[in-house]
């Protein structure tokens, strides 16, 4: 109870700089009415298998920051993003020279380059080399910067990444490195993401494995959007935690419990969930991860799982971030936010408790896979 009470005077000081919002105070008021101790909560179990991996439970994605949907995030609402974050209680951050072309890892630097290092767990990527450019390469994102990009997953490249990386955050160290999109599903690597994956297995895991024994980075991983290349990063690499995006999420999970949980506990590796809303389609958008349709039967499952959650008190998104959180594999969930208040409501999300008779009940109704951890 004492420790709650320290986290909500924490988190309300931290406050006091920011305009008051009717979010924040519904926030804060939920966070005084939660009967877990968010000190507890954030804090993951011991390191796994002699593995490094990210110590709280949740954090901020930082895509959207980079303008995904085609959405600009203006320069006051990113930075109110990250400051409502921060105030919130996330101190793990993920973001990537991809996101924006650079934008958003300049956005995180504005944040965290102020900030006592030691406080927070950063993660970046590898893959792809930023150069100035007369305009943008021609992407998805909304207004990025004006680089061009260039696949490499060498190992020269990979240190050149992480200190470029360094330059645009202002800041002088990263805890974790993911090799970013080499995997089946990118369409810019032309069905050849093999030949990459290649590359990255002679050239960016070891120079990954060199860089974490020179004390560099504590970890590495792939961060990716299918489970194929983890499996074979397992194999032929020593890595230690994987971003895996829209492989375990509330309505989609059930390879990532069949298949990929039980060999990276093999390895001892973690799982950082990204993605935990389906890009917002466990939020309410109409909109099913990346420029992608809504597969068929996921709304009306949507629904489904809603109108049960809701008969239990329980709202839908909560119940998504609630969902990823429970694994023993999973070290962290790391939803992004395109508004202030989002991040906010979803650290609230994560220190609320979901009753075991919603679990068994979507059980019940196999609306969930019968094996799914939960908590
Ligand atoms: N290959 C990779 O390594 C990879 C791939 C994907 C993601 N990731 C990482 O994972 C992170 C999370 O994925 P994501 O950001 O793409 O998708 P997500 O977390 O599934 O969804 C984010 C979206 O959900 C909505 N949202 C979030 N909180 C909300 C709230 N409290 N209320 C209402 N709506 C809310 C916002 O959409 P609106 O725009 O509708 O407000 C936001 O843009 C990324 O930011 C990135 O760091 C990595």
Known sequence: MASRRKFINQAATGLAGIAVSPYLMAAQKEIENTTLSPENIIQSSATKGGKWRPKYRYGQGGAPLGGTNGLLVEDDEALSILNNAWNAGMRFYDTSPWYGLGLSERRFGHLLHRKPREEYI???KVGRILTAAPQPAKTAWAQPDSFDYKYDYSASATRRSVE??????????????FIHDLSPDNGDMKND??????????????????????????????????????????????????????????????????????????????????????NGF???????????????????????????????????????????????????????ARKAHEPIENVVSFNT???????????????IHKNAPTR
């Open 122 to 124: 950063l993660s970046t």
């Open 164 to 177: 470029d990386s360094l330059q645009r955050l202002g800041i002088s160290s990263i805890d974790l490195v």
């Open 193 to 278: 993401w093999e030949s990459y994956f290649d590359q990255a297995a002679k050239g960016a895991m070891p120079e990954l494995v060199k860089m974490r024994e020179e004390g560099i980075i504590k970890g590495w991983g792939m961060g990716v959007n299918t489970i194929q290349p983890i499996l074979k990063a397992l194999e032929v690499s020593d890595p230690d935690v994987h971003l895996a995006a829209c492989q375990y999420t509330l309505l989609d999970h059930e390879e990532s419990i069949e298949k990929l949980f039980p060999a990276c506990e093999k390895k001892g590796n973690s799982i950082v969930v990204g993605s935990p809303l389906n």
């Open 282 to 336: 466990l939020a309410g958008a109409d909109r099913y991860n990346y420029g992608g349709t809504i597969p068929n039967g996921f709304k009306e499952k949507r629904a489904k799982i809603e109108k049960i959650a809701n008969a239990h008190g329980v709202d839908l998104r909560t119940l998504a971030l609630q969902f990823c959180m429970a694994p023993e594999a999973v070290s962290s969930v790391i939803p992004g």
């Open 353 to 367: 408790q979901i009753p075991q008779d919603l679990w068994a009940e979507l059980k019940a109704e196999k609306l």
